[in-house]
């Protein structure tokens, strides 16, 4: 009975302890199902964490580089036009300073080097511009005749003889009426504008009248500024065209009959060449391109250049037997392709300034061709139709041989021309006026500068100007 007592109270705890046991394992495996969870849990945060510090590094980048287009566009922002409208203020007292500074007491050395050359322009119009915008017509019309009359004072009374003031103002001048013209608003200098040129035009008043007296003032300015080169120039042309010998093989032949020119002006001028010619060409091209002259201005001073050469050198073969002969048609037909080449390397061949060495090329022709036959007659009627019946005879009458193998004109075959040029309508002049001038044409040309990017460099000596 004990033992069955003991018995049955082991199998009790047994019991309890399976019991137990079982409890045990299902909270084990509650607990591992936990871990699991939380494992899982962890990975899955990781990885999400992981995704979240990718993800702030490209908002950090982002950021960064938003932050470099953002100072970027504000240091942009800072050069906009549109932060200024092209004009600059000035007080109604301030207008001598602004004309002695900018005009009368200008220095071309003092200047910024870096400087468009026709700022002085850009900067007067900007001027009146805001004169316009304020509607002020005094003051508009006082600072349009202070212009005017402080370029007069320069090219006519301080300046006169410079050459490299009269082409920085015949420069400035044409860009002044250029400006003019182009903000007008009329719509025939509006074709190439920009949309914002179109908006700074003039608002209140009509300054036609004062681009009249300034388009006088330019021309006045262009013929001074010839005048100026005409005397530097002239002294070179007969030397260089003529006298001295640039063909190799014939500087030792002498026409036959003639002694040396005891001329005190020759005998000096003997240093001159036809390089002496091409020198001062050069510097007078140079000189233009410099001040930025407009190219259509620049053409037409060749052109008047060239005609000086060829009417100078013609009226010297008119005015001397010693210059008729084979050997000056030679020489004069290699000096004018020396200037042909010129005008090539300088890119001008569409000036027509070859036009007006046409006289002076046929006469060339004339002295090297055959002066003896019928044939030969007609032949010089067909081919120097640019000079005068006059000049015809009087260049086969003053005709000489440079040696034994040359015949002189016969006066006979003088006489055949005559009779063939009698059929010819021709002007009797002999010589050529040296003095004339081409009619000048000042050309517009639009202006691609935008005025609102203009500032005024402290050389100039403008700080009481304000950029509108």
Known sequence: EELEGEKRELQGRVEELEEENDHLKRQQLMENEVKNKLREETSRLTAENMDFDELLDQKDRLIKKLQTQVKTRQKTASTLPKDYLGMLEYKREDEPRLIENIILDLKLKGVAVNMIPTLPAYILFMCIRHADYLNDEAKLKSLMNAIIGGVKKVIVVSHQKDLEFLSFWLSNTHQLLNCLKQYSGEEEFLKQ????????CLQNFDLSEH??????????IYHRFISVMQKTFTPTIVPGMLEHESLQGISSMKPTGFRKRSNSFYEESET????????HLTVFHSTMNHHGLDQGLIKQVIKQLFYLVAAITLNNIMLRKDMCSCRKGMQIRCNISYLEEWLKE???????AMDTLKPLAQTAWLLQVNKSTDDDAKEIIEKCSELSPVQIVKILNSYTPIDD????????????????LQDHEGSAQLMLDADYRFQVTFPFCTSTQALELLQVPNSLHLDFLNRI
């Not at 681009?211 to 006045?220: F, K, V, Y």
């Not at 001159?272 to 020198?279: C, D, F, P």
């Open 211 to 220: 681009r009249q007296i300034l388009s006088d003032l330019a021309i006045q």
């Open 272 to 279: 001159y060449t036809i390089s002496s010619i091409l020198q």
């Open 405 to 420: 193998f040359e015949k002189r004109v016969t006066s006979s075959f003088v006489r055949k021309v005559q009779s063939l």
């Open 193 to 200: 504008s920009t949309p914002r040129q179109k908006k700074n």
């Open 346 to 352: 300088k890119e001008l061949q569409n000036v027509n």
